[in-house]
C-alpha cells in the first residue's frame, strides 16, 4: 500500500521570504500522481500544484514551484515570495494511476503541515 | 468556490443516532469520493462512486453506507454514531475516474457527536 509522510507539523517563515515543505511517499508504482493542496481556516481544500511522476520537469505554479525526486521518492514544495494569505494547513498527497479493476484513483494524504506566516 | 456542495455545514448529533450527509457535485462531474478528516486519523478515503456505482472502498466502517443517485448527488448515511465519528467529511467531485482529473473539493460537513 501506498504511503505518505510529512515530517514538519509545523512551519514558520517570514513574510516575503521563501520557505520549503517536505514530503516523501513510498510506493512500488511507476506511474502516479502527486498533488499538494492547501487548507485555510476556513477549512476549504484548495489544490496548490500537480505533478505527474512520468514528467522529469518539475511544476511550477506562480509562487509555488515542487522538487520532484522520482528515485528518492520526495516530492517537496517550495513557497516564494511568502505572503500572509499563505498561512494554511498542506497537505501532500499521492494518487495511483487509474486501472481498470484496480485503483480508481482515491487521494491518498500525508499528516499535513501547519504553515505560519510572520509579518 | 469549487462547484461542489455539501450540506449540511454543521451536524450535532448524539451518540447511537443516525445522519446522512449530501453532497452535489460539479455540473458534468461524474465521479464522486468521500473522505473523513479527523485530528487522530487526518484525511482518509473513505468511499468512491461513479455514475451511480459503487467503484473502491477506503477505511469506511460498516456503520456508514453510501449511494449515488441518478441526478448524481451522494449521500453518506452513518449510524450508530459513536463519539470518535466527529469529524470533518469532504466530498469531492472530478469528471471521471483517475487519469489525471482533478478531484475539487466540497466545503466539508462538520460533524460534531455528544
Known amino acids: 500500500a501506498q504511503t505518505v509522510t510529512q515530517s514538519q507539523p509545523e512551519m514558520s517563515v517570514q513574510e516575503a521570504e521563501t520557505v520549503t515543505l517536505s514530503c516523501t511517499y513510498d510506493?512500488?508504482?511507476?506511474?502516479?500522481?502527486l498533488f499538494w493542496y492547501k487548507q485555510p481556516p476556513s477549512r476549504q481544500m484548495i489544490l496548490v500544484i500537480r505533478q505527474e511522476a512520468y514528467k522529469q520537469q518539475n511544476a511550477t505554479e506562480n509562487r509555488f514551484s515542487v522538487n520532484f525526486q522520482k528515485a528518492a521518492k520526495s516530492f517537496s514544495l517550495k513557497i516564494s515570495d511568502s505572503q500572509l494569505g499563505d498561512a494554511a494547513m498542506y497537505f501532500c498527497a499521492y494518487r495511483s494511476r487509474f486501472r481498470y479493476g484496480g485503483s480508481q484513483g482515491n487521494l491518498i494524504f500525508g499528516k499535513g503541515t501547519k504553515l505560519s506566516v510572520k509579518p | 468556490d469549487s462547484g461542489v456542495t455539501q450540506t449540511p455545514k454543521h451536524l450535532i448529533t448524539a451518540t447511537g443516532q443516525r445522519v446522512t450527509l449530501r453532497c452535489s457535485p460539479r455540473?458534468?462531474?461524474?465521479?464522486v469520493y468521500w473522505y473523513q478528516q479527523s485530528l487522530d486519523q487526518g484525511l482518509q478515503f473513505l468511499i468512491q462512486?461513479?455514475?451511480?456505482?459503487e467503484r473502491a472502498k477506503g477505511n469506511i466502517l460498516e456503520r456508514f453506507s453510501a449511494q449515488q443517485f441518478p441526478d448524481l448527488h451522494s449521500e453518506l448515511n452513518l449510524s450508530s454514531l459513536e463519539l470518535g465519528d466527529s469529524a470533518l467529511y469532504f466530498c469531492?467531485?472530478?469528471?471521471?475516474w483517475g487519469q489525471g482529473n482533478e478531484q475539487f473539493f466540497g466545503p466539508g460537513t462538520r460533524l460534531t457527536v455528544l
Open positions: 469531492a467531485s472530478s469528471v471521471l
Open positions: 462512486y461513479y455514475n451511480g456505482e
Open positions: 510506493t512500488s508504482e511507476s506511474d502516479y500522481y
Open positions: 455540473s458534468g462531474d461524474l465521479s
